[in-house]
């Protein structure tokens, strides 16, 4: 069985009246049950030089089961901390929802539901090639302008 653990620590000495300090660790897996997740996408890197927006992981390009438990992480590897990524849900030719900017040296690590979704919200097959692809739950990213990024991420799902 696969153990994947996610941890994060928040500190600040001086964010509040009291010091901060938090830390919390996670195991990722699969849907209701404590076994681990066992699947990967594999670390990928995409250069990204352009204010348009576009698919970085596609719903439908994946081996994502619908319905089962997936993590991503996306983290922006620039070091200027005015150049930004906006991550978005939804397709890219769409309108997406954006879910927030990661700027120079940003990371996130969020659940993600892969499925496409009928026009009633009904899950429908991720292998009928996205026929309801307007509707899908891709991944989307735009930068804020055309200086080339390196975009890394990555899927741990069952």
């Known amino acids: 069985m696969a153990t994947t653990t996610a941890t994060i620590t ?4 001086d964010i509040a009246d009291n010091a ?5 660790t ?3 897996t699969t849907a209701g049950t404590t076994t681990g997740l066992t699947e ?4 990928a890197r ?3 030089a352009s204010g348009t927006e576009v698919d970085l992981i596609t719903a439908f390009n994946t081996d994502v089961t619908a319905l089962k438990s997936a993590k991503v992480y996306i983290k922006n590897t620039g070091t200027a901390t005015d150049k930004y990524a906006t991550i978005g849900i939804g397709e890219a030719a769409g309108t997406p929802i954006y879910i927030g900017r990661l700027y120079g040296g940003d990371w996130m690590l969020f659940p993600w539901n892969a499925v496409l979704v009928d ?3 009904y899950a429908e097959s991720l292998t009928d090639g996205g026929g309801n692809h307007a509707n899908n739950h891709d991944i989307t990213i735009k930068m804020n302008d055309a200086t080339e990024t390196v975009i890394e991420y990555m899927v741990f799902f069952e």
Do not use: Y
């Open 119 to 121: 026009a009633g919200g």
């Open 40 to 43: 990967t996408t594999g670390l």
């Open 46 to 48: 995409k250069k990204i």
């Open 26 to 28: 996670m195991t990722m």
């Open 10 to 13: 928040l500190a600040s000495a």
């Open 20 to 24: 901060l300090s938090i830390s919390n």
